[in-house]
């Protein structure tokens, strides 16, 4: 069975794992000592299938890594030396708050959406139906870890007497995002992580302070075990046949495109929406101050899900484009 | 090559055809791509926009020979832009073929 590993930031940074694609940990479970390890099922359609593991099984391998990988918001925020901040950091700070206010109705819409669509596959095709379950009750654990990303920021904000947050911004944030074909919600959610890790990443190369330093390398490191969590769902759907590749690829191009999602708050024309808030439309760049951007490294790990989501291999915008349009046809 | 008469009514209807609305609707209202989507039963959100846009100009490909791509546009756009702006490009290709 392939795995992926778990790794928190004490152990390797989500820089490490960025540099190798983000799903470097990637092994196949063999020797003694692998079986105790908590691992990401990557293949779970072959473990549905072939292997015969059930929801129980696999829901006590999301409890053994999620236990394995938690930590205490109070004790990092408690680690952060908020004189030695810079104004850079402190605005990083701002923007990871506000951020971060978006990921509970995201994991929430997951939670009653995979639900939803287990039902309507029971009795129809009982495998699609065990993967969307194992996705909506992994969504719990998803909420969890991005509730301490949400609060330690916002915390952080709050002792530094950053603006506040006023309670209809919270409220406007919490806004869910309206539901979608399920391959396209887990391939957008996914792209959501890697730009998040990406972004947290690079902030933890330029701030000094290593007790802030620490909660955005464990941040970006929590963001990539999402992002890998998300393809393994996603390329489950897509080896069920049930779902087809060419919805994946429409997110990637959404992305991808010219002046597309990837860009966030920096492209031309950010579309102003009244139904929920895109996280990257809302990031505030100041002048002078650092922000990141690292598209091409953004892109280079999109090409990578979508690589193991689909099992199709593209290296350009282009090419997910071209891969696009001849799946979509006439 | 077709004329630019013969490319409108074609693209005017493939693209009703993709996104499900009567081309007098469409076109007769001049729907911004926002109520497009509200409108048609078959739309959930913008990647559907892009699919319906793909559709079409893979038609046009199979049809005409002609390769047109579509730039990112706002979901205040107006239907007549859009047809504007694929017909600007379909025309550049049949220039740069003929």
């Given at each position: 069975m392939t795995t992926v590993s778990p790794r928190v930031a004490r152990e390797s940074s989500a820089e490490a794992i960025l540099e190798q694609g983000g799903s470097s940990h990637v092994e196949h479970e063999a020797g003694a000592g692998a079986a105790n390890r908590p691992v990401i099922v990557a293949d779970l359609y072959q473990a549905i299938t072939r292997e015969s593991r059930s929801l129980v099984d696999l829901t006590w391998e999301q409890q053994r890594l999620h236990e394995s990988r938690r930590w205490s918001a109070m004790e990092l925020v408690g680690a952060v030396d908020i004189q030695r901040l810079s104004e850079s950091d402190r605005n990083l700070v701002w923007n990871a708050g506000r951020a971060e206010l978006t990921t509970k109705p995201g994991a929430d819409r997951l939670e009653r959406l995979a639900d939803a669509e287990c039902r309507k596959w029971q009795g129809r095709n009982d495998v699609v139906a065990s993967i969307l379950q194992a996705c909506g009750t992994w969504s719990r654990y998803w909420n969890e870890e991005e509730a301490h990303h949400e609060t330690s920021f916002n915390r952080l904000s709050q002792l530094l007497g950053l603006e506040p947050i006023s309670d209809a911004t919270f409220i406007e944030y919490r806004k869910v995002f309206p539901d979608d074909d399920m391959l396209r919600t887990l391939t957008l959610l996914s792209i959501s992580e890697i730009v998040a890790a990406v972004n947290y990443g690079h902030c933890a190369r330029v701030i000094q302070d290593p007790g802030l330093k620490a909660l955005f390398k464990q941040v970006g490191a929590d963001e990539i075990q999402h992002m890998n969590y998300f393809i393994a769902f996603a390329k489950a759907l897509v080896d069920s046949g049930e779902y087809k590749a060419k919805e994946a690829f429409a997110v990637a191009h959404l992305f991808l495109r010219e002046g597309g999602e990837v860009h966030g708050s920096k492209r031309g024309h950010v579309e102003s929406r009244g139904?929920?808030?895109?996280?990257w439309d809302q990031v505030e760049h100041r002048e002078g101050l650092y922000s990141p951007d690292a598209i091409e490294k953004k892109e280079s790990l999109i090409f990578n899900a979508l690589k193991r989501i689909t099992g199709m291999t593209v290296s350009s915008a282009q090419e997910v484009e071209d891969t696009w349009m001849d799946l979509v046809g006439c | 090559m077709p004329d630019i008469h013969e490319m409108e009514t074609y693209i005017r209807r493939k693209f009703a055809e993709h996104v499900g609305l009567p081309e007098s609707d469409l076109f007769g209202e001049d729907l911004t791509l926002a109520a497009l989507i509200t409108r048609s039963?078959?739309?959930?959100n913008s990647v559907d926009l892009m699919e319906a846009f793909a559709r079409t100009s893979n038609g046009l490909r199979k049809d005409f020979g002609l390769r047109v791509r579509l730039p990112a546009l706002s979901l205040d756009t107006p239907i007549s832009r859009v047809l504007e702006v694929f017909l600007q490009e379909a025309q550049s290709q049949q220039g740069r073929a003929a």
């Open positions: 139904t929920h808030v895109n996280w | 039963e078959r739309m959930t």
